[in-house]
């Protein structure tokens, strides 16, 4: 399971705690926790992106495979960002405001990262970046 949940960009310990500070994540809960899969699955950035989102399904399956997180599952929403920034800024949009998710992740370009992780601070959604390497990241 520690394993599964690097594929997500954190210890298990440091998930654990995240689902644990939130009230969305209560232990009584059975509905899964909701995560928005942001990847350039298309276009020029595919090449990258396509293996990131591969860890992440891998990742989900290890971890509902032990039993989930607090006893619930993780439910993964893909979104292929194309390459694209204005479809990566639609794409974490409609994953936060339609899609209601808990949590965003993806994305391997900081270009892309910097577009989706504004959107979501804004949203007040966690984000976790799989590959954006700036540290200009860490400001939003």
């Known amino acids: 399971m520690l394993h599964g949940a690097a594929a997500f960009g954190l210890g298990l310990p440091s998930l654990n705690s995240f689902f644990n500070a939130g009230s969305a994540f209560a232990k009584d809960d059975a509905d899964p926790i909701k995560i928005g899969a942001l990847y350039n ?3 020029s950035l595919s ?3 396509v293996p990131a989102q591969n860890g992440s399904l891998l ?3 290890q971890i509902n495979d032990a ?3 607090l006893g ?3 439910e993964l929403i893909p979104y292929d960002g ?3 920034i204005t479809t990566v800024t639609l794409g974490a949009k409609h994953l936060i405001e339609v899609e209601a998710v808990s949590l965003l992740l993806g994305l391997t370009d900081t270009s892309f990262v910097l577009a989706a992780a ?3 601070q ?3 959604v966690p984000f976790i970046d799989v590959g954006g390497t700036a540290p200009v990241i860490t400001s939003i």
């Open 82 to 84: 194309a390459s694209n």
């Open 72 to 74: 619930r599952p993780i």
């Open 67 to 69: 039993g989930g997180v």
């Open 118 to 120: 504004q959107i979501a």
């Open 59 to 61: 990742a989900a399956k």
């Open 47 to 49: 090449s990258l992106d």
């Open 41 to 43: 699955v298309s276009g």
């Open 122 to 124: 804004d949203a007040g």
